[in-house]
């Protein structure tokens, strides 16, 4: 049975950081790119940042220079490192193993001064 958990996610005020954390299990990992995901109430889940096995990363505009997506192989696990969080960094954030359908239940992350 293959799980992501997420956790890491709570309420910081703007400029702040947060580090997200998704642990696996079940899943032959290291074949996988991994990604965070975001979502609102209202919108679709938007893709933040990725990273394939050898550790190639991916991010959408709004979180260069701001968040920092890491794994280790060995562990099974991929985080995500947030900082200078903005108040429109507020949303639900998911772990996914790309392209497999598999999801975390989501962690929530409030920005709030």
């Known amino acids: 049975q293959v799980q992501l958990v997420e956790s890491g996610g709570g309420q910081v005020q703007p400029g702040g950081s947060l580090r997200l954390s998704c642990a696996t299990s079940g899943l032959f990992f290291v074949v996988y790119d991994m990604g965070w995901y975001r979502q609102t109430p209202g919108k679709q889940r938007e893709r933040v940042a990725s990273?394939?096995?050898?550790?190639?990363?991916d991010y959408r505009d709004s979180v260069k220079g701001r968040f920092t997506i890491s794994r280790d192989n060995a562990k099974k696990a991929v985080d995500l490192q947030m900082d200078s969080l903005k108040l429109e960094d507020t949303a639900d954030y998911y772990c996914?193993?790309?392209?497999?359908?598999?999801w975390g239940q989501g962690t929530q992350v409030t920005v709030s001064s």
């Open positions: 996914t193993a790309l392209r497999t359908g598999f």
């Open positions: 990273i394939t096995p050898s550790g190639t990363t």
